[in-house]
């Protein structure tokens, strides 16, 4: 999805919790019968509030009993996709590398370089990681207000049309 302007990554995920609040007893109730429904509901709220931003915003369960957790919707393994035809970094891939380090106190490694792509894996001291491409993130992690601040960065410095 193509947007013209950057939006901070704080303002897309809080308008997703309190969309996710406003619907909680739903999801819920959603939840305790049918888990898999749960996933797609919330993945609908997800993408409603993305397409208002002019991204693709995704919640990921890789462990499935997860789903269940309403309260955590949003606050872990999260995918904001902004263009994903991008191939290369508008700004040099050392400044993500760099920041990442700086805000996060984090490694930060090359990752996916091939035909032409360009990518970053950035680990942090617990072992979970956040994926960065050039067009979108991938927050395979808790969500805290260094991830949320280092993300806002991003998308006011690489996500920009």
Not at 45 to 56: D, E, K, P, T
Not at 75 to 89: A, H, L, M, Y
Not at 121 to 137: A, F, N, Q, T
């Amino acid at each position: 999805m193509r947007r013209t302007m950057a939006i901070a990554f704080s303002s897309l995920m809080s308008e997703f919790y309190q969309i996710v609040a406003d619907n909680r007893d739903a999801l819920v109730s959603i939840a305790k019968r049918n888990p898999h429904m749960a996933y797609q509901k919330v993945n609908e709220l997800a993408l409603f509030v993305g397409q208002r931003h002019g991204v693709n915003l995704q919640l990921h369960f890789p462990v499935p009993s997860k789903i269940s957790d309403v309260d955590s919707y949003g606050t872990e393994n999260v995918g904001v996709v902004v263009d994903k035809f991008r191939r290369t970094f508008p700004v040099p891939r050392e400044t993500v590398k760099q920041k990442a380090v700086e805000m996060l106190e984090a490694k930060a490694q090359d990752a996916y370089m091939y035909e032409g792509k360009e990518g970053v894996k950035v680990i942090l001291s617990d072992g979970s990681r956040l994926e960065i491409l050039p067009g979108s993130i991938h927050l395979w992690c808790r969500i805290d207000e260094r991830v949320r601040n280092y993300a806002d960065w991003l998308m006011q410095n690489v996500y920009v049309i």
